[in-house]
């Protein structure tokens, strides 16, 4: 952004699109700097999209949840289990799926689309509908006090 910005404005305006993660929402255990670090990256794209509207710049961050990845093949699959039964399409996201959604978040087919307007952030996984917390049964609810 510090490099983009200032083209950005020099040619009349563009999008911004950045790649938080699901636990830029959710607290997961054993992972506070990944959940700071993508938090800061929420909140960077937030305040860049209210300081730069006005001169035609969008901004929008991605917060995706579990990807078909390396990493992810490397998880318990009781916990890709876990994540597949909670989410309602049952199954977890392509990477060609985020990569969509990025395109479209920086083409002007979302030209009303920017941070803090509602959504505030795009999300792409399986947090409850209702609650924002992570599936049952994997390892963040196992550990998640009920209020």
């Given at each position: 952004m510090?490099y ?11 999008s ?6 699901m636990?830029?929402?959710v607290?997961f255990?054993n992972?506070?700097?990944y ?16 300081e730069?509207?006005?001169?035609g710049i969008?901004?929008?961050?991605i ?36 990569a969509?959604l ?10 009303f ?19 924002g ?8 609810s ?6």
């Amino acid at each position: 952004m510090r490099y983009g910005i200032p083209l950005m404005l020099k040619n009349g305006g563009g999008s911004i699109v950045n790649t938080a993660s699901m636990a830029a929402m959710v607290a997961f255990p054993n992972m506070a700097a990944y959940c700071a670090a993508k938090g800061g990256v929420k909140q960077l794209t937030k305040t860049a999209a209210v300081e730069y509207a006005s001169k035609g710049i969008r901004a929008n961050a991605i917060c995706p949840g579990t990807i078909n990845t390396a990493i992810t093949a490397a998880l318990p699959p009781a916990y890709i289990k876990a994540i597949i039964d909670a989410n309602p399409v049952k199954r977890i996201a392509e990477p060609v799926e985020v990569a969509h959604l990025a395109v479209f978040l920086a083409s002007d087919e979302s030209s009303f689309i920017t941070a803090p307007r509602s959504p505030s952030t795009w999300v792409h996984g399986p947090l409850s509908p209702r609650t924002g917390d992570p599936p049952p049964g994997s390892a963040a609810s196992a550990t998640r006090k009920s209020p």
